[in-house]
């Protein structure tokens, strides 16, 4: 049997990034704490005012093994020190997971890190063009546009989200917002 249409349908407001009816996670400049490489302009940011950085709206139809999960999420532009704001990044706590994020509105970029093997990609993610994120690999979203940005992720009902190992070592690299735009910078280099 099918399920009734209100649970087949959602309907999104991109100005306000929310799902009528649906729960909204926030995360603000506070929860960032690790993840910019200058920590005296986390810190001196911070101490200005505690921004709103990114909210994501989730659909969760059902925990079933086929199931799909998706996000609306809005991720807001501006710097610290010379790095985008960003979302924390995460590993999907069932490894094998994929996503797909959709770009709907505005300019961002996402990290890609292979867990294994390190190897890394700098993904554009923008309107009509849709990224796909492997299985086993750490991703992290960018606003490196001056707009919100407003994108979809899709992802199975058992993906999970694993936290912890990207708030122990982070990505090996970071993103620098420079004259020419986003450039990928090893962690220890920069
Ligand atoms: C997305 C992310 C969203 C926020 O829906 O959860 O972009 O990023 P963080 O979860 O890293 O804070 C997704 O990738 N879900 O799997
Ligand atoms: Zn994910």
């Known amino acids: 049997m099918l399920p009734p249409i209100d649970a087949l349908l ?12 649906r729960p909204r996670i926030e995360r603000r400049l506070s929860d960032l704490r690790g993840c910019f490489r200058d920590a005296a302009a ?5 101490a200005e005012g505690n921004p709103l950085v990114y909210a994501v709206a989730s659909i969760e139809p ?15 532009p501006g710097r610290v ?5 960003m979302t924390k990044g995460h590993l999907h706590s069932w490894r094998p997971a994929a996503e797909f994020y959709v770009g709907l509105r505005g300019a961002g970029h996402m990290l890609l890190e292979d867990e ?4 890394t990609r700098l993904v554009p993610l923008e309107a009509n063009g849709v990224v796909y994120v492997p299985g086993h ?3 992290r979203t960018m606003n490196t546009g ?3 940005l407003l994108y979809l992720g899709i992802y199975p009902a058992r993906a999970g989200h694993d936290y912890s190992t990207i708030a122990k070592k982070n990505f090996a690299h970071c993103v620098l917002a420079r004259p020419e735009g986003p450039a990928l910078v090893a962690r220890t280099a920069s």
């Not at 059902?62 to 807001?76: K, Q, R, T």
């Open 42 to 46: 986390f810190e001196a940011a911070l």
């Open 116 to 119: 294994a093997t390190g190897d």
């Open 10 to 21: 959602s309907r999104f407001d991109l100005d306000s990034a929310t799902i009528a009816g």
């Open 81 to 85: 020190g010379d790095e985008y704001w």
């Open 62 to 76: 059902g925990p079933g093994e086929g199931d799909l999960h998706y996000g609306l999420g809005m991720l807001m």
């Open 137 to 139: 690999t750490a991703h």
């Open 146 to 148: 001056a707009e919100p």
